[in-house]
C-alpha cells in the first residue's frame, strides 16, 4: 500500500515545497514514482532536491542508476520532515477547537512518600503553566483501580504487581537517614 500522497504545502521562499517533495521522493523511493504522485515532471523534482541540498549544505540522497537512497543526514532529514505535516494538523486542530492550554481536573493516586517529597515541591510550577487544570490526589500506600475509582493517573513505589499496568518510567532513589533520625523513625512508628 502507498503512503499517503503529501499534503501541498506552499511557503513564501519555496522552502516547504520543497520539503514536500523530498518527502514524497523518500517515500516512493523512485524519481519517476515521485513525479508521477506529484504530477509534475522529474527535472522538477531533481531541481528541487538539489536546492534542498545546496540550503542544508549536504548531499541528502545517494543517486545510483538502480537506487535512489537517504543519505544518513536525509534520513535525519526526513525524520523530522514528516512530522510537519502531523505538527501543523495538530497545532490547527488545537486552534480551531480551543484546546491550547489544558483544562479540566486529573485524579491521581499517588503514596504518602512521594506528595511531600516530590509532588508537592512541583506543583507551584505546574499550577503556574497549567492555570486550568485541577488535580485532585487520592494519597494512599494501596494500589487504585484506575477504572473503577476514576483516576487518569497512579504513581506508585515498588515492583509492578498487575498484569495489566505497564511501567511509564522509573527513578532510583535513596533515603538517608543519621543514626538519631533511624531510631526516631523507628521509635514513632510503634
Not at 511557503?11 to 506529484?38: D, M, P, T, Y
Not at 532510583?172 to 523507628?186: D, E, M
Request: proline residues 8%; charged residues 25%.
Amino acid at each position: 500500500m502507498a503512503p499517503a500522497p503529501t499534503r501541498p504545502i506552499l511557503s513564501k521562499n519555496g522552502q516547504v515545497g520543497r520539503i514536500a517533495v523530498f518527502v514524497r521522493l523518500v517515500e516512493s523511493g523512485s524519481l519517476s514514482q515521485a513525479a508521477r504522485e506529484l504530477s509534475v515532471g522529474q527535472p522538477t523534482i531533481s531541481k528541487q532536491v538539489a536546492a534542498l541540498e545546496r540550503r542544508l549544505g549536504a548531499p541528502l540522497l545517494s543517486r545510483t542508476p538502480r537506487a535512489l537512497r537517504p543519505t544518513r543526514a536525509g534520513i535525519d532529514f526526513y525524520e523530522a520532515a514528516v512530522r510537519v505535516p502531523s505538527d501543523l494538523d495538530d497545532a490547527e486542530s488545537r486552534s480551531e477547537h480551543g484546546h491550547d492550554e489544558p483544562k479540566g481536573t486529573v485524579r491521581v493516586a499517588v503514596p504518602p512518600i512521594l506528595t511531600s517529597m516530590i509532588i508537592v515541591p512541583k506543583l507551584p510550577e505546574f499550577y503556574r503553566r497549567c492555570p486550568d487544570v485541577a488535580v485532585e490526589f487520592i494519597v494512599s500506600e494501596r494500589y487504585a483501580d484506575l477504572m473503577q475509582e476514576g483516576l487518569d493517573l497512579a504513581i506508585r513505589v515498588g515492583h509492578l504487581i498487575a498484569p495489566d499496568l505497564w511501567r511509564a518510567g522509573s527513578a532510583v532513589c535513596g533515603l538517608r537517614l543519621s543514626p538519631a533520625q533511624l531510631i526516631s523513625q523507628a521509635t514513632a512508628s510503634r
